[in-house]
């Protein structure tokens, strides 16, 4: 995976330890986060991947449609935000997982979004960075580096560049994520998933032939229902409301670290059900990326009390 709510002054103070059941929410997010990986891998396998993410929105849609609620004055960031966020990202996203012969590779450049947005928030929003942030950028990228240069992931490298292309995609949304203001976070859902299935669905047709042909001939197994129910039910809904919730009680540095198991459990996922080779340079690459990753979110973090709702997996 998307976007600030907004209530930064009505925001309680954060809370000064993760209790038990804290950590067992930030445990199942992750899960159904890490998960979403390796089901939408087998789904896509059956259904078409650009089918399958339009029809993903456009249930999320159908559930949210109560929330829908105009905002005066944002509706244009909205509006990019969905652009950025849920088109572009996840329509490049799910065509990289869908060309990738390993879920490993994805699920670690799909964490390159943290660094893009850095890099943007300087162009664009004119921040400094620290050494300490410069640093992470630094082992962020070369991280992928090493991953991408793995002769088992370069036989695929066009679904990686995707992949890293669809993680641009959400830094450019966070960007305008950051000037939302007042739009509670099950509204600008249901804007993102409303404004992201119509560009999926014409995608849909214009690369895979017609939705409404295919889906009335798509053997709807279990792995295209599981697949849908656990990026609608799981990563969409319940995963990102558990987030804004968790956030909003404890500071970004005390749950950083646990954000970080979804593209881990995603990777492991691949391993054990679809028999993914896990090399060394994938572990090495993996790592120094996501300890990029964690040096910014917490570095980040710091200066910011509303978190950004953004995806962590698909």
């Given at each position: 995976m998307t976007a600030e709510t907004g209530h930064r002054d009505s925001v309680a103070a954060p809370?000064?330890?993760?209790s038990?059941?804290?950590?067992?929410?930030l445990l199942a997010m992750q899960i159904a986060w890490g998960g979403s990986f390796v089901i939408?891998?087998?789904?896509?396998?059956?259904?078409?991947?650009?089918?399958?993410?339009?029809?993903?929105?456009?249930?999320?849609?159908?559930?949210?449609?109560?929330?829908?609620?105009?905002?005066?004055?944002?509706?244009?960031?909205?509006?990019?935000?969905?652009?950025?966020?849920?088109?572009?990202?996840?329509g490049f996203m799910i065509q990289g997982l869908a060309m990738a012969a390993d879920v490993a590779p994805v699920a670690i450049a799909v964490q390159l979004g943290a660094p893009f947005a850095t890099l943007l928030s300087v162009l664009v929003l004119h921040e400094r960075l620290g050494v300490w942030r410069i640093a992470a950028l630094a082992i962020s990228f070369a991280g992928v580096l090493v991953v991408g240069l793995d002769p088992a992931v370069f036989q695929?490298?066009?679904?990686?560049?995707m992949v890293i292309f669809a993680a641009f995609m959400m830094a450019v949304g966070t960007i305008f994520m950051r000037r939302v203001r007042g739009v509670p976070v099950y509204s600008m859902q249901a804007w993102i998933a409303l404004f992201a299935?119509?560009?999926?669905?014409?995608?849909?047709?214009?690369?895979?032939?017609?939705?409404l042909g295919i889906v009335t001939t798509v053997?709807?197994?279990?792995?295209v229902i599981a697949g849908l129910?656990?990026?609608?039910?799981?990563?969409?809904?319940?995963?990102?409301?558990?987030?804004?919730?968790?956030?909003?009680?404890?500071?970004?540095?005390?749950?950083a670290p646990f954000m970080l198991l979804a593209p881990i459990l995603g990777a492991a996922g691949g391993a054990y059900f679809l028999g993914d080779v896990i090399t060394w340079r994938m572990v090495l690459g993996g790592a120094m990326t996501l300890a990029g990753v964690l040096i910014i979110t917490v570095r980040e973090g710091r200066g910011r009390r509303a978190p950004e709702l953004a995806e962590r997996g698909l």
């Amino acid at each position: 995976m998307t976007a600030e709510t907004g209530h930064r002054d009505s925001v309680a103070a954060p809370a000064p330890g993760l209790s038990m059941v804290d950590i067992i929410v930030l445990l199942a997010m992750q899960i159904a986060w890490g998960g979403s990986f390796v089901i939408s891998k087998i789904a896509v396998a059956e259904i078409p991947p650009l089918l399958f993410m339009g029809l993903r929105f456009l249930i999320v849609s159908i559930l949210l449609i109560r929330f829908l609620r105009w905002h005066k004055g944002q509706m244009l960031n909205v509006l990019l935000i969905s652009l950025f966020t849920g088109s572009l990202n996840f329509g490049f996203m799910i065509q990289g997982l869908a060309m990738a012969a390993d879920v490993a590779p994805v699920a670690i450049a799909v964490q390159l979004g943290a660094p893009f947005a850095t890099l943007l928030s300087v162009l664009v929003l004119h921040e400094r960075l620290g050494v300490w942030r410069i640093a992470a950028l630094a082992i962020s990228f070369a991280g992928v580096l090493v991953v991408g240069l793995d002769p088992a992931v370069f036989q695929y490298g066009d679904a990686l560049m995707m992949v890293i292309f669809a993680a641009f995609m959400m830094a450019v949304g966070t960007i305008f994520m950051r000037r939302v203001r007042g739009v509670p976070v099950y509204s600008m859902q249901a804007w993102i998933a409303l404004f992201a299935w119509p560009p999926l669905m014409a995608a849909s047709f214009i690369l895979e032939g017609a939705p409404l042909g295919i889906v009335t001939t798509v053997d709807f197994g279990w792995g295209v229902i599981a697949g849908l129910a656990w990026v609608v039910f799981g990563t969409s809904l319940i995963g990102h409301a558990a987030y804004y919730w968790i956030m909003q009680r404890h500071e970004v540095g005390l749950t950083a670290p646990f954000m970080l198991l979804a593209p881990i459990l995603g990777a492991a996922g691949g391993a054990y059900f679809l028999g993914d080779v896990i090399t060394w340079r994938m572990v090495l690459g993996g790592a120094m990326t996501l300890a990029g990753v964690l040096i910014i979110t917490v570095r980040e973090g710091r200066g910011r009390r509303a978190p950004e709702l953004a995806e962590r997996g698909l």
